[in-house]
Nanobody
Framework: QVQLVESGGGLVQAGDSLRLSCTASGRTFSKRAMGWFRQAPGKEREFVAAINWSGGSTYYADSVKGRFTISKDNAKNTVDLQMNSLRPEDTAVYYC????????????????????WGQGTQVTVSS
C-alpha cells in the first residue's frame, strides 16, 4: 500500500498558475503509475493526468492538455501537477492516486485502476 499526501492547492484567479505536489511513502512508489483526478461539487471524480511508473509516458484529459504537466520523481517519491492558464472550470478537489499494480499502466485513465488515494487538495479558480 502506498500512502499519499497532496499539497499546493489554493485560491487563484483565472489565468494564474498553481503547482500541486503529492508525496508518497512506501517502497512501491517507483514501480507504480500515478494519476491526478479531480472532483467538483455535484460531479463525479474525473481523470486529469497520469504518468507511467518510469515517468516516460504521460496522459492527459482533453480539457487540460497543453495547460497541465505531470511529472514524477522516483528518487524523491513525488508526483507533481503543474497547472497553467487556470480556468474557473478547473475548480475542484484534486486527488493524487497510485495504480494498484506494479509496472502497469493498464486503464490508467480510470479511477477503478488506482488502489491508493490521497485526501485531496482544494483548487479554486475565480473569474
Amino acid at each position: 500500500q502506498v500512502q499519499l499526501v497532496e499539497s499546493g492547492g489554493g485560491l487563484v484567479q483565472a489565468g494564474d498558475s498553481l503547482r500541486l505536489s503529492c508525496t508518497a511513502s512506501g517502497r512501491t512508489f517507483s514501480k507504480r503509475a500515478m494519476g491526478w483526478f479531480r472532483q467538483a461539487p455535484g460531479k463525479e471524480r474525473e481523470f486529469v493526468a497520469a504518468i507511467n511508473w518510469s515517468g516516460g509516458s504521460t496522459y492527459y484529459a482533453d480539457s487540460v492538455k497543453g495547460r497541465f504537466t505531470i511529472s514524477k520523481d522516483n528518487a524523491k517519491n513525488t508526483v507533481d501537477l503543474q497547472m497553467n492558464s487556470l480556468r474557473p472550470e478547473d475548480t475542484a478537489v484534486y486527488y493524487c492516486a497510485a495504480h494498484w499494480r506494479d509496472y502497469s499502466d493498464s486503464g490508467i485513465t480510470r479511477t477503478g485502476n488506482f488502489g491508493s488515494w490521497g485526501q485531496g487538495t482544494q483548487v479554486t479558480v475565480s473569474s
